[in-house]
T-cell receptor, first 115, second 117 residues
């Protein structure tokens, strides 16, 4: 059973639209949630982190967390072709032991923004 | 540039070779990690080091041997690998946090693309 699940896509949106990326996780005690962007052939780049229920906005990006539903999402407003990449959802485990940076990743969602 | 540097960027090795991957972080972090990224699979955590001590070995075969001489440097020694070990190997680091703050973001190096022939 997968611990972090994402729709692998590809998700295709037109330029200027809102892209919505979703992620569910199985560990109810998970504490921290991250979205990474990975361009083809490159390493993952952290774009958002969220630790408590609700929304967190940073520029065109909004992360949403619902711990009761074990669900985290990323919205990208005014999508640009440069946003085309694989978006990785990552979760840290619940309390107990050392969890610094011990991330469990989803498979990633491929996003394509077409002009 | 994330402050985490990996060398080499590409490596082709035979199954009988011995090679090492190097990672160096300039961020003052105390935790370092090796992750493996294979095609069509999620990123997999391999090893975790906190303050130079190995705190996690995620059931990694012994043909992969990590070494962490100090908080800024991390190595992955490779020997008698298999073709299925071909993947992107990513090093990451993160800052220390108090036990009351679980989990923190990890910053990745550019990775080493390994091909075993």
């Amino acid at each position: 059973q997968k611990e972090v699940e994402q729709n692998s896509g590809p998700l295709s949106v037109p330029e200027g639209a809102i892209a919505s990326l979703n992620c569910t996780y199985s560990d109810r005690g998970s504490q921290s949630f991250f979205w990474y962007r990975q361009y083809s052939g490159k390493s993952p780049e952290l774009i958002m982190s969220i630790y408590s229920n609700g929304d967190k906005e940073d520029g065109r990006f909004t992360a949403q967390l619902n711990k009761a539903s074990q669900y985290v999402s990323l919205l990208i407003r005014d999508s640009q072709p440069s946003d085309s990449a694989t978006y990785l959802c990552a979760v840290t485990p619940g309390a107990g032991g050392t969890s610094y940076g011990k991330l469990t990743f989803g498979q990633g969602t491929i996003l394509t923004v077409h002009p | 540039e994330t402050g985490v540097t990996q060398t080499p960027r590409h490596l082709v090795m035979g199954m009988t070779n011995k090679k090492s991957l190097k990672c160096e972080q300039h961020l003052g972090h105390n935790a370092m990690y090796w992750y493996k990224q294979s095609a069509k699979k999620p990123l997999e955590l391999m090893f975790v080091y906190n303050f130079k001590e190995q705190t996690e070995n995620n059931s990694v075969p012994s043909r992969f041997s990590p070494e962490c001489p100090n908080s800024s440097h991390l190595f992955l020694h490779l020997h008698t690998l298999q073709p299925e070990d071909s993947a992107l190997y990513l090093c990451a680091s993160s800052p220390h946090r108090d036990r009351g703050h679980w989990g923190t973001e990890a910053f990745f190096g550019q990775g080493t693309r390994l091909t075993v022939v």
